[in-house]
Every structure is written in C-alpha cells, then in structure tokens.
C-alpha cells in the first residue's frame, strides 16, 4: 500500500492567515482526498484532487477558502485561507491506491487558530 | 445516499475481556467494501480490518473480528483479549464499487481499563 507524508504535523497560526499542508505520497495515485476532523467529530470530505483538473469540493466547502493543487500523481497541497477559530480541526490526506484495501491516510495536521 | 450510523459514542472494556462496536448502514448498492479504521491519539488512521460485502465469511485479523449480517446492514466489531494500546477512536466506513469517496460513522471512543 502507498505511504504518504504529510506536514506540517501540528501548526498554531493567527486569525487571518493562511497554511499550506502538504502531502507527499510514494507512488502514482489518480485521486487523493481532503478531510476535515472537527475536535471530537468524524472525517468530512473537502475535496477530491485529480491531477491535471480543477478539484472537486463537496457542499460547504469552495475554493476561495481551502484552494487545492495537484500538480502531479504524487503531490497535492490544501491551503487553509483566511483562518478563523473554527477552522481549527485535524486536516488528513488521503488517498485510494487499492479499493479493496480501502483509504491510506497522512498522518494528519492539527490546526490551531487563535 | 449511503449513511454508516455507529450508536455507540463511547465504550470501555477491562483489560483481556471483549468488547463489540456496533455500525450499521444505509445502501442501495449490493457491492461493496466495509471497513474499520483506529485512530489513536497520534490522529493516524489506521486500518484493523475489512469485509467485502459479497464474501459471506466474516473477516478476522488476529484478536478482531466483524459479525457481517448484510441483510441486516449491520457490521459490527469484536475486540478479544483487549489490551492497553487498543484505547482509540473507532470508525466504521463504506465505499462502494462505483464511487470513490468512502462514508465514515461518526465514531466510538474505545477506552481500556487495566
């Protein structure tokens, strides 16, 4: 299965700004997936990333405010804008390499927003 | 749209006894994928086992196991002989053939008393 790295770990950033989470994964996948995991919450779909294509974002969520790249079939960004405190939350990368074996994950990045 | 429903917010098992977590699903598909992941403390999510909805025989791995009732829609979880390091979230989640995006429930936290 694939293994993904995924930074930074943890951050505590300002209201108002912006972070970037990278994921780096170890061999060519055709989608890799955004979640959100809210303090105590299960896993919400932001976005599914295909490379060469605009992203896809699931109902309540819009590119202004978590913009994706994919420039390529091992790396994809999410960007946190324009941070409030309810932003806060655990963001995981995913991605699908076999179905059968279901998600490989990132190892996450929690964000604080103070 | 498919729905994965875990009733059970939280559980606790004493050190070597059994514990069951409940999951229960909503889908109109007849193939599909089942799975329960644990996440520690450490946010990782990790995969304990998987069930293919077209495979009767119920999936073991080592003390886990699932009682797959498909007609029910029911996947439940079987934790033998817990142990310390099993303290975690649990999430049970869907993916069908056709779609890419896996449903997860919105978690048991599992605590294990010495």
């Known amino acids: 299965s694939a293994v993904i790295s995924q930074k930074p770990s943890r951050d505590i950033c300002q209201r108002g700004t912006s972070l970037t989470i990278q994921c780096q994964v170890d061999?060519?996948?055709?989608?890799m997936f955004w979640y959100r995991q809210q303090p105590g919450q299960s896993l919400t779909l932001i976005a599914t990333?295909?490379?060469?294509?605009?992203?896809?974002?699931e109902s309540g969520f819009v590119i202004d405010k978590f913009p994706i790249s994919r420039p390529n079939l091992t790396f994809s960004t999410l960007t946190v804008s324009n941070m409030s405190p309810e932003d806060s939350s655990i963001y995981l990368c995913?991605?699908?390499?076999?179905?059968?074996?279901?998600?490989?994950f990132g190892s996450g990045t929690r964000l604080t927003v103070v | 749209a498919q729905t994965v429903t875990q009733s059970q917010p939280e559980m606790s098992v004493q050190e070597a006894e059994t514990v069951t977590l409940s999951c229960t699903y909503d889908?109109?598909?007849?193939?599909?994928?089942l799975f329960w992941y644990k996440q520690p403390p450490s946010r990782q999510m990790i995969l304990v086992i998987r069930?293919?909805?077209?495979?009767?025989q119920n999936a073991t791995e080592n003390r886990f196991s699932v009682n797959f009732q498909k007609a029910a829609k029911s996947f439940s979880l079987k934790i033998s002989d817990s142990q310390l390091g099993d303290a975690a979230m649990y999430f049970c989640?869907?993916?069908?053939?056709?779609?890419?995006?896996?449903?997860f429930g919105a978690g048991t936290r599992l605590t294990v008393k010495p």
């Open positions: 995913s991605v699908l390499p076999m179905r059968d074996y279901g998600y490989t």
């Open positions: 989640a869907y993916l069908t053939y056709n779609n890419n995006d896996m449903r």
């Open positions: 889908t109109s598909e007849s193939d599909y994928y």
């Open positions: 061999s060519q996948v055709t989608m």
């Open positions: 069930q293919e909805a077209y495979k009767q």
């Open positions: 990333a295909n490379q060469g294509s605009e992203a896809t974002y």
